[in-house]
């Protein structure tokens, strides 16, 4: 590969609408790629993550914890790449993920990159997951425990696919999750371990709710949000925790999903507790993931829920109107570079 230049995904405009695809507003393009300086290493990227937030952070004021994308600058995210270049001591042919990607080369302080671990995974790729923000949310926020009753929306997606098997790691006595469509549904119980899965799409929530958990749900992981909540709310237990990680209801087509109205007296009678969270990927909260994520998936107590998809570069960026359009299960990623 010709390392003088580099192809960039770059944002054309903000997004202004959310029912703008994001291809609309991104773009492919190549640019010189500046030399490297003391402490750092040139990385060629293999691995590219695709996530909901990306396109959240395409808007000017996405309101999130995080910095939004500038126009005509490359967007950033986790990826994971070989160093190809380096003045530091991270040795050539290193595998190491970071958080500069969607570009073909990143050129990147040493002590920004992190080494895969060897002999663990499959493959690096297995690193590009959103367990962080599952693990805090089950574990740190909602607290799960022996004997819960946990519900998750969102099932199927990269946070909450691993946030259901942390659950069940967690001791939970019973995990049912909510997806739309019995392809992912069956993908829930056969193959990640839930105990039951709710086609919403074709399915009476409030119904399968109480055939499934009569006693009521003691943990609610909301990816969602929108008229899951909802009918969370009228399913929970006394002192139920309800985690709120997301608001893709809200997120995609726009609507009401963003803004479920809460029943305030039952929320009262039954005492819901109601965490709302972000993630800040700090130092802590990654070494809690990974320090569980390791010895768990050795054990075959979790897996990797994903989806790969083949690149070049441009790929990754339609493959974000695709997660937004539900197309794909688990964590989503984009192969870039052999």
């Known amino acids: 590969m ?10 054309r405009a903000h997004r202004t609408d959310l029912g703008q695809r994001p291809s609309e507003l991104l773009e492919v393009k190549v640019a010189n790629q500046r030399p490297i300086g003391d402490g750092e290493v040139l990385v060629e990227n293999i691995f590219q993550q695709i996530a909901a937030v990306n396109a959240d952070l395409m808007f000017e004021n996405p309101g999130l ?5 500038d126009v005509g600058v490359p967007l950033y995210g986790p990826a994971i790449g070989r160093v190809v270049e380096s003045r530091s001591d991270r040795p050539v042919g290193t595998i190491v993920q970071h958080n500069q990607g969607w570009r073909n080369l990143t050129a990147i302080a040493s002590n920004a990159v992190f080494p895969v671990p060897e002999g663990v995974f499959p493959g690096p790729e297995y690193m590009l997951n959103q367990g962080v923000t599952s693990f805090h949310g089950m574990v740190d926020v909602a607290g799960v425990g022996a004997g819960d009753v946990v519900l998750v929306s969102g099932a199927a997606g990269g946070v909450g696919s691993i946030a259901g ?7 939970a006595a019973l995990v049912i999750g909510i997806a739309g469509g019995p392809g992912k549904c069956a993908y829930l119980t056969e193959q990640l371990g839930f105990d039951a899965a709710i086609d919403y799409k074709n399915e009476d929530l409030d119904a399968r709710l109480s055939a499934l958990a009569p006693a009521g749900i003691t943990v609610f992981f909301d990816t969602i949000g929108g008229t899951q909540f909802e009918t969370a709310v009228r399913h929970a237990s006394f002192g139920a925790r309800f985690a709120l990680c ?6 995609i087509g726009g609507g009401h999903g963003g803004h479920p109205r809460l029943d305030i007296m039952t929320a009262i009678v039954k005492e819901i507790q109601i965490r709302p969270f972000t993630t800040m990927h700090t130092p802590d909260q990654i070494q809690a993931w990974v320090s569980h994520y390791i010895p768990w998936f050795s054990q075959g107590v979790v897996t990797f829920p994903h989806t790969m998809l083949e690149g070049p570069l441009d790929r990754a960026i339609t493959a974000l109107d695709e997660l ?6 688990g964590n989503l990623i984009v192969k870039i570079a052999s």
Do not use: K, M
């Open 2 to 11: 010709n390392w003088t230049e580099t192809a960039e995904v770059l944002l």
């Open 65 to 69: 914890p995080l910095p939004a994308f």
């Open 165 to 171: 098997q942390i659950a069940r790691a967690q001791g």
């Open 246 to 251: 997301g608001a893709l209801a809200g997120q």
């Open 324 to 329: 937004l359009a539900g197309d794909h299960r």
